[in-house]
């Protein structure tokens, strides 16, 4: 049974491979020639040659690639590109005059995120930011736009054309004005001053807006303000401040108390802002320069905004638009009567000081609400022009001032105008507190009053919580002699309390199985014992009249390990050895350290070969303590502790120090108890200074063994 490979074929049902450098098609002239993909035996795509004549001038047998029906059939030519010219053509085989391109349909360009590399010899189309733009071989790049043309009408009319704001659906800049919409938004940046503005004769008056407070997410900054202004419009108090994002209130001043809904603390300081904001992105921005009136557009083309109409002739533009225009608020900077936006702050003015800033709420053309500047004469001294807020009922009569702010004093008002002097909140009703779940966290700035399960609380700054009871007749007016808000501890009735446990003059706690705790207990000694305080010590590894009197050296570059019992906290300082004999000698390289029960690092001395941390030589006959101080102090708790030390000195003169140890023959016991705890031990090591962490697997016992003591 012969294969395709056998006889040098291609097989029709399997993958094939073609080892050599071309495939060929041929037939005849005028004859169709392709490739076709299929699925199911169906065709789908058919790359090919078309039938196309040859008639000489490299005419004829064109490229095609085309898709396919679900039967099969001829659905489109997708790419064409005729021999003869090279013209290639997408969606169509008809080319366009000479183009070396043709699109059989619209040209879709997606964004670009920066312009292309300037390069010579021809330009480039982009799109970016949804607008076509050309970039030209000197480099500069522009968009593609439209031509002008000059003005026909404005708004329908036709000549010497002047506008109001009525003419574009606007509020007029002077006069009463009544906007007829569900909302009026003032929308900037996060981050910048949000404002409606209550003036005098030009002045600021109140300010009533949102604060500069970034939001960093959570729902914060973007807090609400309201700023009272001096008689010259200058900041003079902010008598009401809420929190966004925990919807906190605070009368006089901006900081919150704790978690306190509500604080009062007296004026609250807002500084001026320091420059112009920052332009919206996506709107435009209008501003004064010089005096004149001016628009930035989104994409920063500037220009001043000036009167229509006179006798110039025909109007070329308006407000930088062309052709039929028709103007909306927006293009002059105006507020539309039916849901606007305004960018950055809205002011109300009232010509006289005798005369009320009003803005209303309304609902079908009836008052609701009105938050104004009342119309009372400005008598100096910032006195004047105080802020209420305004309930109306359902026929738009006047039912109560439900909020008051003076002013001169900052102080606000509840349900009443008539405030008492010196208080920054006057309350005509009751203040009513929604329960807490528990108590408000503690702040030093003040106490906070608040209510849980129907009854009220305060938690005073140093977090001491009491609950307000009503005092009278029958009530207790003493306790132990003392008076207001006791608090009954065992100290006051003569005992001792739970904080005394373990410390002086009070008693010692007991653990599990009902002993006293010997970290609760002094050091002590069987009688007529001595103890390391008795030589002035803190702690050591036994009494020293226990040790060897031969002199044992601890061998250059050897770590030594003896371990020491901490009986109760101790602060320590150094580590004392006793030595028989040094006439100094040890080099870099020499440490100590104070590990624990797990090989941590407690405590280090310094380098021991340094004047500031080398044990002290020893020439007297017997000798004496040498110690070195460590780094720091450290307080030790009770415990099994290691000390650690590496001594490095010539061998050979004998440089190292002759130390207390005790007895060292070849099988001494290092490791005694049930539980096989090393009492001294060797270790490997060659580290220059104390390692961070020691493993207590890796001791090994040694015949030396020396005496270490603490203090």
Same mark, same amino acid.
């Given at each position: 049974?012969?294969?395709?490979?056998?006889?040098?074929?291609?097989?029709?049902?399997?993958?094939?491979?073609?080892?050599?450098?071309?495939?060929?098609?041929?037939?005849?002239?005028?004859?169709?020639?392709?490739?076709?993909?299929?699925?199911?035996?169906?065709?789908?795509?058919?790359?090919?040659?078309?039938?196309?004549?040859?008639?000489?001038?490299?005419?004829?047998?064109?490229?095609?690639?085309?898709?396919?029906?679900?039967?099969?059939?001829?659905?489109?030519?997708?790419?064409?590109?005729?021999?003869?010219?090279?013209?290639?053509?997408?969606?169509?085989?008809?080319?366009?005059?000479?183009?070396?391109?043709?699109?059989?349909?619209?040209?879709?360009?997606?964004?670009?995120?920066?312009?292309?590399?300037?390069?010579?010899?021809?330009?480039?189309?982009?799109?970016?930011?949804?607008?076509?733009?050309?970039?030209?071989?000197?480099?500069?790049?522009?968009?593609?736009?439209?031509?002008?043309?000059?003005?026909?009408?404005?708004?329908?009319?036709?000549?010497?054309?002047?506008?109001?704001?009525?003419?574009?659906?606007?509020?007029?800049?002077?006069?009463?004005?009544?906007?007829?919409?569900?909302?009026?938004?003032?929308?900037?940046?996060?981050?910048?001053?949000?404002?409606?503005?209550?003036?005098?004769?030009?002045?600021?008056?109140?300010?009533?807006?949102?604060?500069?407070?970034?939001?960093? $997410?959570?729902?914060?900054?973007?807090?609400?303000?309201?700023?009272?202004?001096?008689?010259?419009?200058?900041?003079?108090?902010?008598?009401?401040?809420?929190?966004?994002?925990?919807?906190?209130?605070?009368?006089?001043?901006?900081?919150?108390?704790?978690?306190?809904?509500?604080?009062?603390?007296?004026?609250?300081?807002?500084?001026?802002?320091?420059?112009?904001?920052?332009?919206?992105?996506?709107?435009?921005?209008?501003?004064?320069?010089?005096?004149?009136?001016?628009?930035?557009?989104?994409?920063?083309?500037?220009?001043?905004?000036? !009167?229509?109409?006179?006798?110039?002739?025909?109007?070329?533009?308006?407000?930088?638009?062309?052709?039929?225009?028709?103007?909306?608020? !927006?293009?002059?900077?105006?507020?539309?009567?039916?849901?606007?936006?305004?960018?950055?702050?809205?002011?109300?003015?009232?010509?006289?000081?005798?005369?009320?800033?009003?803005?209303?709420?309304?609902?079908?053309?009836?008052?609701?609400?009105?938050?104004?500047?009342?119309?009372?004469?400005?008598?100096?001294?910032?006195?004047?022009?105080?802020?209420?807020?305004?309930?109306?009922?359902?026929?738009?009569?006047?039912?109560?001032?439900?909020?008051?702010?003076?002013?001169?004093?900052?102080?606000?008002?509840?349900?009443?105008?008539?405030?008492?002097?010196?208080?920054?909140?006057?309350?005509?009703?009751?203040?009513?507190?929604?329960?807490?779940?528990?108590?408000?966290?503690?702040?030093?700035?003040?106490?906070?009053?608040?209510?849980?399960?129907?009854?009220?609380?305060?938690?005073?700054?140093?977090?001491?919580?009491?609950?307000?009871?009503?005092? $009278?007749?029958?009530?207790?007016?003493?306790?132990?002699?003392?008076?207001?808000?006791?608090?009954?501890?065992?100290?006051?009735?003569?005992?001792?309390?739970?904080?005394?446990?373990?410390?002086?003059? $009070?008693?010692?706690?007991?653990?599990?199985?009902?002993?006293?705790?010997?970290?609760?207990?002094?050091?002590? !000694?069987?009688?007529?014992?001595?103890?390391?305080?008795?030589?002035?010590?803190?702690?050591?590894?036994?009494?020293?009249?226990?040790?060897?009197?031969?002199?044992?050296?601890?061998?250059?570059?050897?770590?030594?390990?003896?371990?020491?019992?901490?009986?109760?906290?101790?602060?320590?300082?150094?580590?004392?050895?006793?030595?028989?004999?040094?006439?100094?000698?040890?080099?870099?390289?020499?440490?100590?350290?104070?590990?624990?029960?797990?090989?941590?690092?407690?405590?280090?001395?310094?380098?021991?070969?340094?004047?500031?941390?080398?044990?002290?030589?020893?020439?007297?006959?017997?000798?004496?303590?040498?110690?070195?101080?460590?780094?720091?102090?450290?307080?030790?708790?009770?415990?099994?502790?290691?000390?650690?030390?590496?001594?490095?000195?010539?061998?050979?003169?004998?440089?190292?120090? !002759?130390?207390?140890?005790?007895?060292?023959?070849?099988?001494?016991?290092?490791?005694?108890?049930?539980?096989?705890?090393?009492?001294?031990?060797?270790?490997?090591?060659?580290?220059?200074?104390?390692?961070?962490?020691?493993?207590?697997?890796?001791?090994?016992?040694?015949?030396?063994?020396?005496?270490?003591?603490?203090?």
């Amino acid at each position: 049974m012969l294969t395709a490979g056998d006889v040098n074929a291609l097989p029709a049902s399997a993958d094939a491979q073609l080892d050599a450098q071309y495939l060929t098609l041929n037939t005849d002239a005028g004859m169709a020639r392709a490739f076709r993909y299929r699925s199911a035996g169906v065709d789908r795509w058919q790359m090919q040659v078309d039938d196309t004549p040859e008639a000489g001038s490299n005419a004829g047998s064109n490229f095609q690639l085309s898709s396919r029906n679900d039967d099969g059939s001829f659905n489109k030519t997708v790419v064409y590109a005729s021999r003869a010219s090279g013209q290639v053509a997408f969606g169509t085989t008809v080319t366009h005059g000479s183009a070396a391109a043709t699109v059989g349909g619209a040209l879709g360009l997606r964004d670009s995120g920066s312009d292309p590399t300037t390069t010579s010899g021809g330009v480039f189309l982009y799109s970016k930011g949804g607008v076509p733009y050309f970039r030209n071989a000197d480099g500069t790049s522009f968009p593609v736009q439209p031509v002008s043309y000059p003005v026909s009408s404005v708004n329908g009319d036709t000549g010497h054309v002047t506008l109001g704001a009525s003419d574009v659906g606007a509020l007029p800049a002077e006069h009463d004005a009544t906007l007829n919409a569900q909302h009026l938004r003032i929308n900037s940046a996060a981050g910048t001053l949000r404002s409606l503005d209550l003036q005098t004769a030009g002045t600021d008056r109140w300010t009533i807006g949102t604060d500069d407070a970034a939001e960093p $997410g959570s729902n914060g900054g973007s807090n609400l303000r309201v700023t009272a202004r001096n008689d010259d419009g200058s900041r003079a108090s902010t008598p009401l401040h809420i929190t966004r994002g925990t919807g906190q209130v605070s009368f006089g001043t901006e900081s919150k108390h704790g978690s306190a809904i509500v604080t009062t603390a007296g004026p609250l300081g807002v500084k001026d802002s320091a420059a112009d904001p920052p332009n919206v992105a996506g709107g435009f921005a209008l501003y004064s320069k010089e005096g004149k009136p001016f628009l930035k557009q989104g994409d920063g083309t500037v220009f001043q905004v000036g !009167a229509g109409g006179g006798t110039g002739g025909a109007v070329q533009s308006v407000n930088g638009k062309t052709g039929v225009v028709s103007l909306t608020a !927006a293009d002059v900077g105006a507020v539309p009567t039916w849901g606007g936006t305004v960018d950055y702050s809205f002011g109300v003015n009232a010509p006289t000081d005798t005369e009320y800033g009003s803005w209303y709420y309304k609902k079908q053309g009836k008052a609701r609400w009105v938050m104004q500047v009342s119309g009372a004469s400005e008598t100096g001294a910032d006195a004047g022009s105080n802020w209420t807020l305004e309930n109306y009922d359902d026929a738009a009569n006047w039912k109560s001032t439900v909020l008051y702010a003076n002013r001169a004093s900052g102080g606000v008002g509840v349900n009443t105008t008539t405030l008492i002097p010196g208080s920054a909140l006057t309350v005509n009703g009751a203040i009513g507190a929604r329960n807490l779940t528990g108590d408000p966290a503690a702040s030093s700035a003040g106490a906070q009053l608040y209510a849980k399960a129907g009854l009220l609380y305060v938690k005073q700054g140093d977090g001491t919580v009491f609950q307000v009871q009503a005092g $009278g007749v029958g009530g207790v007016s003493s306790v132990n002699g003392q008076t207001g808000a006791v608090m009954i501890d065992l100290d006051s009735l003569g005992g001792i309390g739970w904080a005394d446990r373990g410390a002086a003059n $009070g008693v010692p706690s007991l653990d599990s199985a009902k002993h006293v705790q010997t970290d609760q207990l002094p050091s002590f !000694a069987k009688p007529s014992d001595f103890d390391p305080t008795d030589l002035g010590l803190k702690a050591w590894s036994s009494d020293p009249a226990m040790c060897s009197v031969a002199d044992v050296y601890p061998t250059s570059g050897q770590g030594r390990v003896t371990a020491v019992k901490i009986n109760e906290a101790v602060s320590v300082s150094n580590i004392v050895w006793y030595f028989k004999g040094y006439a100094g000698g040890l080099r870099s390289g020499s440490w100590a350290g104070i590990y624990n029960a797990s090989g941590a690092l407690v405590r280090v001395t310094g380098d021991l070969s340094t004047a500031a941390y080398e044990p002290q030589e020893q020439h007297a006959t017997g000798g004496g303590n040498s110690w070195s101080k460590l780094t720091s102090a450290v307080t030790l708790q009770p415990g099994i502790y290691y000390v650690v030390f590496r001594m490095v000195y010539n061998e050979t003169t004998v440089d190292g120090p !002759a130390m207390l140890a005790y007895d060292n023959q070849a099988a001494c016991p290092s490791r005694l108890g049930f539980n096989n705890m090393w009492r001294w031990a060797s270790l490997n090591t060659t580290a220059s200074s104390a390692p961070s962490s020691i493993s207590t697997s890796s001791f090994v016992g040694d015949p030396k063994r020396f005496w270490v003591g603490l203090a």
